[in-house]
């Protein structure tokens, strides 16, 4: 099975800053990665798909970027809204999700 | 609009078999492929299993003993079954639908249902 590596497991932002979080397969997935964000709901959101594609609905200011192993999550701008925890996926069965970065307000 | 939503019961002892149920809405299971995906408290999101639409399925490797999805196209309804439950199986229990760009992505997800396992 594919290992995915997040990190940080937490990050602490101030509101309208820059945040990224990274992700790393353990081998290549060509650009199969996917980004979900979880709210203490529990509710699960799908963000962006195949590397950089935003999912309908989701908010501009997040966006993604890699390729083969290495891949990231970027908030230009981080709202109150976007407290969560963040979650990386690759694409090939079996899926496998990296361990999550708990985002909050600093 | 597309929802999923999983129903169950909230407490199984342990040795005995969890049942679970995602209604779904919006959308045909002979279109849309759905998983089931955990996340045991304080721990990370594990896929679990997937009935394709033409019905066949597929399971971790780390479950495939004790797991079976099926469902009921009629109710619009997916079942998962897991047997010999242990302690280690509370989580929050997920059902998700696959996006049509291919089995590689969830585009939705249930609300969760929280199952603990105790006696």
């Known amino acids: 099975d594919i290992k995915m590596t997040q990190s940080p497991s937490s990050l602490s932002a101030s509101l309208g800053e820059r945040v990224t979080i990274s992700c790393r397969a353990s081998e290549n997935i060509n650009n199969y990665l996917s980004w979900y964000q979880k709210k203490e709901d529990g509710s699960v959101k799908l963000l962006i798909y195949h590397t950089s594609r935003l999912q309908p609905g989701a908010p501009s200011r997040f966006s993604g970027s890699g390729s083969g192993k290495d891949y990231s999550l970027t908030i230009s701008g981080l709202e109150s809204e976007d407290i969560a925890t963040y979650y990386c996926q690759q694409g090939y069965t079996p899926l496998t999700f990296g361990s999550g970065t708990k985002l909050e307000i600093k | 609009q597309v929802q999923l939503k999983e129903s169950g019961p909230g407490l199984v002892q342990p040795s005995q078999t969890l049942s679970l149920t995602c209604t779904v809405s919006g959308f045909s299971l002979t279109s849309y492929h759905v998983s089931w995906v955990r996340q045991p408290p304080g721990k990370g999101l594990e896929w679990m299993g997937v009935?394709?639409?033409?019905?066949?399925?597929a399971y971790n490797s780390l479950l495939k003993s004790r797991l079976s999805i099926s469902r009921d196209i009629s109710k619009s309804q997916v079942f998962l079954k897991m047997n010999s439950l242990q302690t280690e199986d509370t989580a929050t229990y997920y059902c998700?639908?696959?996006?049509?760009?291919?089995?590689?992505?969830?585009?939705?997800w249930g609300q969760g249902v929280m199952v603990t396992v105790s006696s």
């Open positions: 009935i394709w639409t033409g019905g066949s399925t």
């Open positions: 998700a639908r696959a996006s049509d760009y291919g089995y590689t992505h969830f585009d939705y």
